[in-house]
C-alpha cells in the first residue's frame, strides 16, 4: 500500500511537470501564431468596439460640425458688423471729398467775381413741395443780407433771398413754381447778338427751366449758355443760368421758348454765396427781346 501512494505522488510530479512544459511551450509559440480562441476574443472584442466606436465618432463629428458652423456664423456677423463700419466710412468719406471739392470751387467763384462782396453761407433746412421750392441758410440781417439778394452755388444761380431774420435766410430756388418767380436772362444766338428773354417756370418732368418771352427770329440752338441779364433789378448780370436744350415756339406761335438745362443742382448742394449788393425793388423794362418783368 505505501508503495503505491509513493507511485502516485511520481506520478502526479510527472504530470505536473509536463504540463507545466506544454504551457511553456504554448506561451512561447502563442508570440508567432495566433490560435482560434484568441482570434475568437479579439473578433469579439473589435465587432463591440465599433458597435460602440460608431455612434460616439458620429456623435463627435456633429458636436464638432456645430461647433464650426457656430464659429462661422460669429465670424461672419463680425464680417457684416465691419462692412458696415466701412461701408458707412466710404460715405462719410465721400461727403468730405464732395464738400471739399465745392469749397475748392467756391473758393475759385469768389475769385472770378470782383464787382460784388459774396457773403459765404451754408444750408441748413430746405422746405420743398409741389409747387414751392425753398432752402434756409445760415447767415441774416446781422450779416449784411436783404432781401432780393441773389443765391449762386459754384456752378451757378440758384435762387434769391425772399426774407431774412438776425441770423438766417429763406432762399427762393429757381425751380419754385411761383408767378414771381422769374429771372431777366439773356443768350448768345448764333450770329453772337444778344437774345433777351426771362426765365420764368420750372418743368417738373424734365427738370428743365423755361426760357421765355424769346422773339421769334432769335437763332439758338442746344449748347448755349443763358446768363442773368441784369435787368429788372434782382439780380446781378453775368451769373451762368444754364444751357439751352431745346427751342421751340411757344403756345400762340407769337414768341419762342426754350428750355434750360439749370448749370447748378437744386437738389445737390450744402454750400452757397449770397451776393451783396443794393437790391433794387424790381422794375419793368422793355427790349428787343420783350418784356423783361420780373
Given amino acids: 500500500m505505501k508503495r503505491f501512494l509513493n507511485n502516485r505522488k511520481l506520478l502526479i510530479t510527472l504530470l505536473s511537470f509536463l504540463l507545466l512544459v506544454i504551457l511553456i511551450g504554448i ?71 464732395r464738400e471739399n471739392n465745392e469749397l475748392k470751387d467756391m473758393l475759385k467763384l469768389k475769385g472770378s467775381i470782383r464787382d460784388y462782396t459774396l457773403l459765404p453761407a451754408e444750408m441748413i433746412g430746405r422746405t420743398s413741395s409741389e409747387w414751392q421750392r425753398f432752402v ?38 429757381l425751380s419754385d413754381t411761383s408767378r414771381t418767380n422769374n429771372v431777366s436772362a439773356v443768350a448768345d444766338d448764333t450770329k453772337g447778338k444778344g437774345v433777351f428773354g426771362t426765365i420764368e417756370g420750372f418743368d417738373e418732368e424734365t427738370n428743365l427751366l423755361k426760357f421765355t418771352k424769346i422773339p421769334n427770329d432769335a437763332k439758338l440752338k442746344k449748347g448755349q449758355i443763358v446768363t442773368t441779364s441784369g435787368l429788372g433789378g434782382k439780380y446781378p448780370s453775368g451769373i451762368v443760368v444754364g444751357k439751352i436744350e431745346q427751342v421751340k415756339s411757344d403756345q400762340y406761335g407769337a414768341s419762342k421758348i426754350a428750355y434750360v438745362k439749370p448749370a447748378a443742382d437744386f437738389e445737390q448742394f450744402g454750400h452757397v454765396f449770397v451776393i451783396q449788393r443794393e437790391a433794387k425793388e424790381p422794375f419793368a423794362e422793355t427790349d428787343k427781346g420783350g418784356d423783361t418783368r420780373e
Fill in 27 to 97: 506561451s512561447l509559440q502563442g508570440r508567432n501564431q495566433t490560435h482560434w480562441y484568441q482570434s475568437f476574443v479579439r473578433d469579439t472584442v473589435g465587432v463591440g468596439q465599433r458597435l460602440f466606436a460608431t455612434p460616439i465618432g458620429w456623435i463627435d463629428d456633429t458636436v464638432t460640425s456645430v461647433k464650426e458652423v457656430r464659429d462661422v456664423y460669429k465670424e461672419n456677423e463680425y464680417l457684416k458688423s465691419r462692412l458696415g463700419d466701412y461701408a458707412g466710412n466710404s460715405v462719410k468719406v465721400r461727403d468730405l471729398e
Fill in 136 to 173: 434756409t441758410v445760415n447767415i441774416g440781417k446781422e450779416q449784411g443780407v436783404k432781401a432780393n439778394m441773389a443765391v449762386v452755388t459754384a456752378d451757378g444761380l440758384v435762387g434769391r433771398v425772399i426774407q431774412t431774420s438776425a441770423y438766417t435766410s429763406l432762399v427762393q430756388l
